[in-house]
C-alpha cells in the first residue's frame, strides 16, 4: 500500500508539472443560455463572445478549434431584449464528475484502510483491510462523482430585465466571460 501511495503522489504531482510548462494562454469558453424578455425563442444557448455598448454577440460553436480557425457564426442581441444571462465554464460538469470521482476514491481508500480488519458479531462477514479500503473506495467513488456534477452544474445568472442601466453595472463581470475581452 505504501508503494501505491507513493507512485501515486508521483504521478499526480507530475502530471502537474508538465502543466506547469504550458505557457500559451488557453481561451476558455462558458457556456451561455439568454433568456428573452418575451417572443421565440424564449432561451438561445451558445458562447458569450464579444459585449459591445447595447448588444451582445453569441457564438454558436463550443469548441475552441473553431475559433481559431475562425469557423463560427454570431447572433447580434440587443440588450432590450434579454432577461437574463446565465453561463458556466464549458465541460464543467465533467471535470467536476471526474475530480469528485477521484477525490471520493481517495477519502474512501484511506478511510477502509484505516478501519483495519472489521469482524462482525456473527463471524460470516469479515473483510481484511485491504478489502475495506476496495469497498469504502468503489462507494465514495460514485458519491464523489455525483457530488462533483452537481457542483459542476452550478450556474452564474446576472439580471437584465432589458435595462441598460444592470447591464452597464454588471458589465466588467460579463465582460471576463466573453471571448472577446475590452
Known amino acids: 500500500m505504501k508503494y501505491f501511495t507513493a507512485i501515486f503522489f508521483v504521478i499526480l504531482f507530475g502530471f502537474s508539472a508538465i502543466k506547469a510548462q504550458d505557457t500559451i494562454p488557453k ?9 428573452m424578455q418575451q417572443g421565440k425563442p424564449y432561451k438561445i444557448i ?23 480557425s475562425n469557423n463560427f457564426e454570431t447572433q447580434e442581441i440587443s440588450i ?12 464543467n460538469v465533467g471535470k467536476g464528475a ?3 470521482a477521484l477525490s471520493g476514491l481517495v477519502v474512501g481508500t484511506i478511510l477502509g484502510y484505516s478501519m483495519g480488519d472489521t469482524k462482525n458479531s456473527f463471524n460470516y462477514l469479515s473483510f481484511s483491510a485491504e478489502q475495506n479500503a476496495v469497498i469504502w473506495g468503489v462507494g465514495f467513488t460514485f458519491l464523489g462523482a455525483a457530488v462533483g ?23 466588467d463581470k460579463l465582460n471576463n466571460y466573453g471571448v472577446i475581452k475590452r
Open 27 to 35: 481561451l476558455k469558453l462558458y457556456k451561455s443560455w439568454i433568456y
Open 46 to 68: 451558445g458562447v458569450l463572445y464579444e459585449f459591445k455598448d447595447s448588444t451582445i454577440l453569441i457564438s454558436n460553436s463550443f469548441k475552441i478549434k473553431d475559433y481559431q
Open 80 to 91: 432590450q431584449n434579454i432577461k437574463e444571462i446565465e453561463f458556466r465554464k464549458n465541460n
Open 98 to 100: 471526474w475530480i469528485g
Open 149 to 171: 456534477a452537481v457542483i459542476g452544474s452550478t450556474t452564474i445568472q446576472i439580471p437584465i430585465n432589458g435595462s441598460m442601466d444592470n447591464y452597464k453595472s454588471n458589465y
